[in-house]
T-cell receptor, first 113, second 113 residues
Framework: QQQVKQSPQSLIVQKGGISIINCAYE??????FPWYQQFPGKGPALLIA?????SEKKEGRFTISFNKSAKQFSLHIMDSQPGDSATYFC????????????FGTGTRLQVTL | KAGVTQTPRYLIKTRGQQVTLSCSPI?????VSWYQQTPGQGLQFLFE???????NKGNFPGRFSGRQFSNSRSEMNVSTLELGDSALYLC????????????FGPGTRLLVL
C-alpha cells in the first residue's frame, strides 16, 4: 500500500524556470514531511522539511507548500539551475517513529540550458 | 565531520548466499536506520536501531536482520539471497531516537545473480 503518492515521475524545466513536484499522503497521523534530493551514486540528502502547523516554508530557492485539508504538499524550486538536476523524493513520518520514513516514488528533474 | 560511511560499496552474490553490510554513522549519532532502494519499489524502510536495540521495523521478511554495536556502528544481514534482493541498501543516521533529520550514506549496491 503506497501511502505517499508523488508526481510527476519526470520533469524537464528550462534554466531559470520553476520546478514543481507534488505529493499526496493518506495517513493522517503523518506529521513530518521532508524532501530529499538524490544525485546518481549518492544517498539522498535532506533538502527541506515541514510540519503541518505551517502552510509554507522557504529556504533559499526551495519552498514547500502544505495543504493539510487536502493532504497534499509540494516542492517548488525557483530559478531552477542545471545543478538542480537530480531525483527528488518526498517523504512522511509520524511522531514516535520519525526515522521510519515513507517515501514517494521520486521525480527525476532535468534542468536544461 | 565525516559523513555516514557504508562498506562495501558494491557486492555481487549468488542466490542462496548470505551477505553482511556495514554502516558507520556520523560521530555522535546514535540512531541508525536501513532502507532498501529499488527501481520498482522505491525507497523502503527496513529497520532502525538505537542503543543496540531494534526500535522500528518495516515490512520485510525475517531473512533481513540487523544489529547495532556499542559504538553505534550497525550491520545488516540478508540470508538466503533471492534475485529480488538486488538493490541499493542505504544506511541513515540521526542524533537519537525520534530525531527527524537523517543523514544518508552513499549506499551499498548489491547484485544477486
Amino acid at each position: 500500500q503506497q501511502q505517499v503518492k508523488q508526481s510527476p515521475q519526470s520533469l524537464i524545466v528550462q534554466k531559470g524556470g520553476i520546478s514543481i513536484i507534488n505529493c499526496a499522503y493518506e495517513n493522517t497521523a503523518f506529521d513530518y514531511f521532508p524532501w530529499y534530493q538524490q544525485f546518481p551514486g549518492k544517498g539522498p540528502a535532506l533538502l527541506i522539511a515541514i510540519r503541518p502547523d505551517v502552510s509554507e516554508k522557504k529556504e533559499g530557492r526551495f519552498t514547500i507548500s502544505f495543504n493539510k485539508s487536502a493532504k497534499q504538499f509540494s516542492l517548488h524550486i525557483m530559478d531552477s539551475q542545471p545543478g538542480d538536476s537530480a531525483t527528488y523524493f518526498c517523504a512522511a513520518s509520524k511522531t514516535g517513529t520519525a526515522s521510519k520514513l515513507t517515501f514517494g516514488t521520486g521525480t527525476r528533474l532535468q534542468v536544461t540550458l | 565531520k565525516a559523513g555516514v560511511t557504508q562498506t562495501p560499496r558494491y557486492l555481487i552474490k549468488t542466490r542462496g548466499q548470505q551477505v553482511t553490510l556495514s554502516c558507520s554513522p556520523i560521530s555522535g549519532h546514535r540512531s541508525v536506520s536501513w532502507y532498501q532502494q529499488t527501481p520498482g519499489q522505491g525507497l523502503q524502510f527496513l529497520f532502525e536501531y538505537f542503543s543496540e536495540t531494534q526500535r522500528n521495523k518495516g515490512n520485510f521478511p525475517g531473512r533481513f536482520s540487523g544489529r547495532q554495536f556499542s559504538n553505534s556502528r550497525s550491520e545488516m544481514n540478508v540470508s538466503t539471497l533471492e534475485l529480488g534482493d538486488s538493490a541499493l541498501y542505504l544506511c541513515a543516521s540521526s542524533l537519537g531516537l525520534g530525531q527527524e533529520t537523517q543523514y544518508f550514506g552513499p549506499g551499498t549496491r548489491l547484485l544477486v545473480l
